[in-house]
């Protein structure tokens, strides 16, 4: 069993910045693929960025390439998600999850965690 709490959401305006962090708690954190998805209101859960297990292989859906990028620290059990030049399309309540392969659709994770809201103003 896994815990994930996310932090470090809020308010911005576009083009600011903002860095989410995720703390893992529960089984060794190393061995799963950590990954962001997002939930925009009236929209399907979507994929932000997956990290694999050790830290060498990202990946990132095309509308946050080049814009955000995905971190991990094994030694802190911590995942992270750096996010510039941030749109108002970017609006959503974002997720941390963990699963034990790389993939792009929820059903890849077993573990979520609560979700932490980004609101971008224009």
């Known amino acids: 069993q896994v815990q994930l709490e996310e932090s470090g959401g809020g308010l911005v305006q576009a083009g600011d910045s903002l860095r989410l962090s995720c703390a893992a708690s529960g089984r060794t954190f190393s061995v799963y693929v950590m990954a962001w998805f997002r939930q925009a209101p009236g929209k399907e859960r979507e994929f932000v960025s997956a990290?694999?297990?050790?830290?060498?292989?990202?990946s990132y859906a095309d509308s946050v390439k080049g814009r955000f990028t995905i971190s991990r620290s094994n030694s802190e059990n911590t995942v992270y998600l750096q996010m510039n030049s941030l749109k108002p399309e970017d609006t959503a309540v974002y997720y941390c999850a963990a699963g034990p392969n790389s993939g792009r659709r929820s059903v890849d994770y077993n573990y979520w965690g609560q979700g932490t809201q980004v609101t971008v103003t224009s």
């Open positions: 990290v694999r297990r050790y830290g060498g292989s990202t």
